[in-house]
């Protein structure tokens, strides 16, 4: 069983910078990606940023120039480094993995228990 410990969340002014971690922890666990998501009060899930094992990253429109995902394969973790927060930005962040249980071919998700980041005005 894959389980995800965010950190790194909380109160920032607008123009502020946060920096989350997610580690992921559980053997026989093969990594594909791994990514952030947010929710706002009222608002469906919504995808930040995802990095892919070889590097290649996506990011949301509204994230781009501003935030930065970045991974350490050896150490299991992803980071959200955010800058120029908007109080927009104000959410739940999520951080989520895919990839498959050695010997399975079916992909699994699997999600943190999310980190609260609140953008103040």
């Known amino acids: 069983q894959v389980q995800l410990v965010e950190s790194g969340g909380g109160l920032v002014q607008a123009g502020g910078s946060l920096r989350l971690s997610c580690v992921a922890s559980?053997?026989?666990?093969?990594?594909?990606?791994m990514g952030w998501y947010r929710q706002a009060p009222g608002k469906q899930r919504e995808l930040v940023a995802r990095?892919?094992?070889?590097?290649?990253?996506i990011y949301a429109d509204s994230v781009k120039d501003r935030f930065t995902i970045s991974g350490d394969n050896a150490k299991s973790t992803v980071y959200l480094q955010m800058n120029s927060l908007k109080p927009e930005d104000t959410a739940v962040y999520y951080c989520?993995?895919?990839?498959?249980?050695?010997?399975?071919?079916?992909?699994?998700?699997?999600w943190g228990q999310g980190t609260q980041v609140t953008v103040s005005s």
């Open positions: 989520n993995t895919r990839g498959n249980y050695i010997g399975l071919s079916t992909i699994e998700t699997c």
């Open positions: 559980g053997s026989g666990f093969s990594i594909n990606s």
């Open positions: 990095i892919f094992v070889g590097g290649s990253t």
